[in-house]
Each structure stands twice: as structure tokens, then as C-alpha cells.
């Protein structure tokens, strides 16, 4: 069933008002008629299973049926704050950050960054359309970058704060607690961290960790490390 969102203001008592670019989404590109049915998103976690009333050029007017929460969102919010990679790779990187669950995204700032591009826009419309795609009940939020020292002072502010580091010897994903609500993953840029950085982090109680024997490329680590996160908290099934 196609499932679209709106804002919470547009949804009333018993009924749904579609505005924008979805009006022409639901009528021309899927052909949809009165009658038929679709899923509706407040961008808050709940889902609306509506039926089509009235089609006209500027809006589509839904009926409720039902409503439940949408069963796609994780009830840990889990925060990526990941180091800008050049060549693109952030694209690809919050689309399956979306896709696992994330909640939200910070793009980072460190020392060995070489892209220095601002592009939460495009970002931001990326982490839409992924969260259209596999049914999410929120869009995570795309912040505008932040220099490594602001990641940190929030990424210590999570119940479950992680820094996987390629030179760390101990410490490991298998060793997590499960009963924390809010989590926090760094992920380094294609050069790694500066120890700097590595020292800053844990004095700030970030969990320094290693990720085994072989060294993940920055767009593999971040979608790796949430993934174990997620099934090690029961947030996969």
C-alpha cells in the first residue's frame, strides 16, 4: 500500500487533507481513484490506513480508517554522527542509515576531513525519500555539520556512547549494554581519526571500540555498527 507524509496539523479527527507535490504523485504518476486506499504518516511515529474521498488539482481529501504506530520505528533512538567523506559517499551513507532505523544524523567536522561541503538540503531530502521508502514513522533529521569537539559534548550525552576507533585493541560490539534508550556512534572519515581526537573522546567517556581485525571503509562502518546495534537490541525484528 503507498504510504505518504504529512504534517500533524493536517490531520483531523476523521479525515486527511494531501497537499503539494503528493497530490499529483497520488492522481497522475499511481493513477490512484476515490475509493482506493493508502497509508498516511504524521512525521510523529503514528500511521493513518485512509481511503480516498475527493481528488481535485490541489488537494487529495482522505478518510480515516484506522490508525496505529507505525511498527518501523525503534523505540531506541539511535544518533549517527559521521565524519564527512568526500566523493559523495554521504549520500549513500544516510540513505542506509535511514534504512536501518537511525534517528537522526550529524555530519562531523574532524581534522582529516578533505570534503568540507555543506549540503544538509540534499541531505536532508535523501533521508525523505529513504524513510518513504522502507516505511519509517519519523524523517530523521539531518543537522548542519558540526566541528568534532560540538559531536562530542552530544554524543557523550547518549546513555550508550561509541567510538570505534581502527587502532583500538580492546573493547567490542558484543560487550554493549541492552537496556539503554539513547545511543551515539561516531564514525571516522577516510583517514581515520587524529589520536587527538581519540584522546578527546575518551575523556569525554566516549566508549572507545574496534570493529575486529579488518579495517571497514567509512561508508561500510557507519551501516555496520548500527546494525549490530539494532539486532543486539532487539530493534531488528
Not at 186 to 197: A, L, M, N, R, T
Request: glycine share 8%; with cysteine.
Amino acid at each position: 500500500m503507498p504510504k505518504f507524509f504529512v504534517d500533524k496539523c493536517q490531520v483531523l479527527s476523521d479525515n486527511i487533507t494531501v497537499t503539494g507535490d503528493d497530490v499529483n504523485h497520488i492522481s497522475r504518476v499511481l493513477r490512484m481513484q476515490i475509493g482506493d486506499e493508502l497509508t498516511v504518516c504524521d512525521k510523529e511515529g503514528m500511521d493513518y490506513f485512509c481511503e480516498i474521498e475527493k481528488i481535485t488539482k490541489e488537494e487529495v481529501l482522505l478518510k480515516i480508517n484506522g490508525k496505529k504506530a507505525c511498527p518501523a520505528e525503534p523505540e531506541t533512538k539511535v544518533t549517527l554522527y559521521q565524519c564527512i567523506p568526500k566523493s559523495g559517499k554521504m549520500d549513500s551513507i544516510i540513505q542506509k542509515a535511514v534504512e536501518l532505523g537511525v534517528y537522526e544524523i550529524y555530519p562531523v567536522l574532524s581534522k582529516r576531513c578533505v570534503a568540507k561541503g555543506e549540503k544538509s538540503d540534499r541531505w536532508q531530502k535523501i533521508a525523505f525519500e529513504a524513510a518513504k521508502q522502507c516505511g519509517r514513522g519519523i524523517i530523521p533529521k539531518v543537522h548542519s555539520a558540526v566541528n568534532f569537539s560540538e559531536a562530542i559534548a552530544s554524543l557523550t550525552e547518549k546513555e550508550l556512547a561509541l567510538f570505534p576507533y581502527e587502532e583500538a585493541k580492546d573493547g567490542s560490539l558484543s560487550e554493549i549494554p541492552t537496556d539503554v534508550k539513547t545511543v551515539g556512534i561516531i564514525i571516522g572519515p577516510e583517514g581515520g581519526f587524529d589520536p587527538s581526537e581519540v584522546d578527546m573522546g575518551s575523556k569525554k567517556g566516549a566508549r572507545i571500540i574496534t570493529l575486529g581485525k579488518r579495517i571497514l571503509r567509512t561508508e561500510t562502518a557507519g551501516s555496520t555498527v548500527i546494525a549490530i546495534v539494532m539486532s543486539t537490541l532487539g530493534e531488528m525484528g
